[in-house]
């Protein structure tokens, strides 16, 4: 019988930059209970502070909520609104971690702080690390695929609940430099 392997994939290990360029930010939430309407954030920005001692890990973003594409002008100015992101008063959300936990090998749970609308909630991500495209040389990367989901209602975005589903799914695609 062949030997089972307990080891785990190593988390790259240093401070890292993420390259907007190369990565990408978006959301999903139900139209009327059945059409998804996807978006995505064009300005944002974000390090990781990634140890072997996962209880040293740390992770930040910030997004400018300005910057969101849903591929109808009309729509992302009304998401813009007081009804939805309110961006003239909470022109941007933030991530901070809390916590990093393995869930298996090469998946990790992110648990931290989103502050959107001025409101500070408690949310667990999921990232399955990826192998890291190719850049210069000499540049360390790491790649990872961020997955969670909120709850309009938890940051006071209850407009249009009937039309919108509460449930919103994130998805991030990360690419991030070591710093040198």
């Known amino acids: 019988m062949p030997a089972t392997s307990t080891s785990t994939t190593p988390l790259p290990t240093g401070s890292f930059t993420v390259e907007p360029a190369r990565s990408r930010v978006e959301f999903r939430a ?3 209970g059945m059409a998804p309407v996807r978006g995505a954030f064009g300005a ?19 997004v400018s909520v300005a910057s969101l594409d849903t591929g109808n002008v009309r729509r992302d100015a009304h998401l813009r609104s007081r009804a939805f992101f309110d961006v003239e008063r909470f022109p941007t959300l933030t991530f901070e971690s809390r916590r990093f936990r393995r869930l298996d090998d090469g998946t990790l749970e992110i648990a931290g702080d989103l502050t959107l609308r001025g409101t500070t909630r408690p949310i667990a991500l999921t990232a399955a690390l990826r192998p890291a495209e190719d850049g210069a040389p000499d540049d360390e990367r790491v790649a990872l695929e961020v997955t969670g989901r909120l709850s309009r209602a938890d940051y006071a975005m209850t407009s249009f609940t009937v039309l919108v589903s509460d449930t919103i799914d994130l998805r991030l695609d990360i690419s991030a430099v070591k710093e040198a």
Do not use: I, P
């Open 44 to 62: 944002f920005e974000g390090t990781l502070a990634l140890s072997d001692d996962l209880a040293a890990a740390r992770a930040y973003g910030s």
């Open 30 to 32: 139900k139209h009327l």
